[in-house]
């Protein structure tokens, strides 16, 4: 458990710091947020065809109203937690690769989620923009870290548990459960 604490604080201390370096951001932080701007207007046209992207800005052309996707709001930090958290817990090679790709997927649709979501109620009322802004989406797209971490790590129990035999029932008479006898 040691172990773990300290690669993961390694791992995001060293990671947060890169993810600081400008060169970082022009050459991936950026495209990606752009990117995601995209690909929430993508979405928001099928029901809203006054939605577009400009950049990093979801924005609606017939309300002049735009959210601007921020560090922190990209799922970029997000995901920088759950790879530390996979990386620093004792798994395979192969069960953290499918734990990365899976894990990202999932944190960044929830963050699609929330863009949209943010960009709807922003619309509507921004009292509750800011408070799901600041609050409710920070601590559910930290939730959805944990709780797609916690699946991971229960699929490689139950994948460890599987390769080793100990999946099997227990044998009838060992104690382990209970016992029919005739009469």
């Given at each position: 458990?040691?172990?773990?604490?300290?690669?993961?604080?390694g791992l995001q201390l060293t990671l947060f710091g890169l993810n600081?370096?400008?060169?970082?951001?022009?050459?991936?932080?950026?495209?990606?947020?752009?990117?995601?701007?995209?690909?929430?207007?993508?979405?928001?046209?099928?029901?809203?065809?006054?939605?577009?992207?400009?950049?990093?800005?979801?924005?609606?052309?017939?309300?002049?109203?735009?959210?601007?996707?921020?560090?922190?709001?990209?799922?970029?930090?997000?995901?920088?937690?759950?790879?530390?958290?996979?990386?620093?817990?004792?798994?395979?090679?192969?069960?953290?690769?499918?734990?990365?790709?899976?894990?990202?997927?999932?944190?960044?649709?929830?963050?699609?989620?929330?863009?949209?979501?943010?960009?709807?109620?922003?619309?509507?009322?921004?009292?509750?923009?800011?408070?799901?802004?600041?609050?409710?989406?920070?601590?559910?797209?930290?939730?959805?870290?944990?709780?797609?971490?916690?699946?991971?790590?229960?699929?490689?129990?139950?994948?460890?548990?599987?390769?080793?035999?100990?999946?099997?029932?227990?044998?009838?008479?060992?104690?382990?459960?209970?016992?029919?006898?005739?009469?």
């Open positions: 458990m040691v172990r773990f604490f300290f690669v993961f604080l600081m370096l400008s060169w970082v951001q022009k050459h991936l932080v950026e495209p990606w947020t752009a990117l995601l701007a995209q690909i929430c207007a993508f979405l928001v046209t099928w029901f809203d065809k006054s939605a577009v992207a400009e950049g990093k800005v979801l924005w609606n052309h017939a309300t002049n109203f735009g959210v601007s996707i921020e560090a922190g709001c990209n799922g970029i930090e997000a995901c920088i937690v759950l790879f530390a958290a996979i990386m620093a817990f004792p798994s395979s090679w192969r069960h953290k690769l499918i734990g990365l790709v899976l894990g990202f997927i999932a944190v960044q649709a929830v963050n699609i989620v929330r863009v949209i979501s943010l960009f709807y109620l922003g619309q509507w009322n921004m009292t509750a923009f800011n408070f799901a802004h600041e609050y409710l989406w920070q601590a559910l797209i930290m939730l959805d870290v944990l709780v797609v971490w916690l699946v991971w790590v229960r699929a490689g129990q139950r994948a460890k548990r599987a390769d080793d035999g100990s999946d099997a029932p227990p044998p009838s008479g060992s104690g382990a459960g209970p016992t029919l006898a005739a009469a």
